[in-house]
């Protein structure tokens, strides 16, 4: 079965490896190609756009694909609506994982925002000292609110020409953890945290350590992401792979 992942997740890494385990599988993993050394994969790895629906449904026609995996970020809501529309433009199967999101706790101090516009208006006109953690992407929308001290934290340098004056950055990849977490806020003076609501365990050592040090937390909503059927897990997306597979056998 020749299987399409839509890559760039923990998940998506480790659905990799339980299909190039698997011999009934055929499988390519896409990445976006956000990192510029990405984690080798034990699968044929192809990197970059595809072209929008079309690209993809042609990608698909070529590759002779039985059907995607779409085991995308949560926030990466385009590339999702592209692969509900091109499998159902090609007629074919798409499983989509869908990591939980992140729940507040009783300790937690959040405000929950629709956009990473709405949260640097969210941090207020006194000068604070903020912790961005929400990708390199998002970061212009804080160049307006300057009054602010910024360490983001990202896996590549930033390239937008419009950053926020004040802005140091850490370049590092998670996982990470409570401790680690926790001596880095305190030792940067950090006096509130702006976070996507990525969900799964890798980056959530700081959300536990604002808990601890009772720093508040401005959490950017996630966006609507279209789904294919709702898998839990890879172990659940392998399940599902080989029930299309003898579906198509017996011509269901
Ligand atoms: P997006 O807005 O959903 O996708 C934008 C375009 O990027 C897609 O239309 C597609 O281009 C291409 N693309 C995205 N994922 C792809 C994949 N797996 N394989 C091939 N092409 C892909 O997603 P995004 O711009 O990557 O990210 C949106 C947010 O998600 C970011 O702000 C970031 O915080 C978060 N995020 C993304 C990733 C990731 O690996 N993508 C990882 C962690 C976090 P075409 O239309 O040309 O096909």
Known sequence: MRVLVLGGTTEASALASLLAADPRFDATLSLAGRT???KPQPLATRVGGFGGIEGLAR?????????????THPYAAQM????VAACTQ?????GTIVRPPWQRLEDDSWRIVPTAEAA?????KTPLRVFLSLGRQDLHAFAASPQHRYVARTIEVPEQAALPPNLKILQARGPFDRDSEA???VKEEIDIIVS????GTATYAKIEAARELDLPVIMIARPEKPAGHVL???EEAVAWLHGCASGSRRGV
């Open 36 to 38: 510029s050394n990405p």
């Open 59 to 71: 990608w698909l026609r070529d590759e002779k694909a039985d059907a995607v995996i779409d085991a």
């Open 80 to 83: 999702s609506a592209n692969a």
């Open 90 to 94: 090609a007629g074919l199967p798409l």
């Open 120 to 124: 640097a208006v969210a941090l207020g």
């Open 183 to 185: 001596r880095l806020l």
């Open 196 to 199: 996507k609501n990525s969900g």
């Open 232 to 234: 839990g897990s890879p």
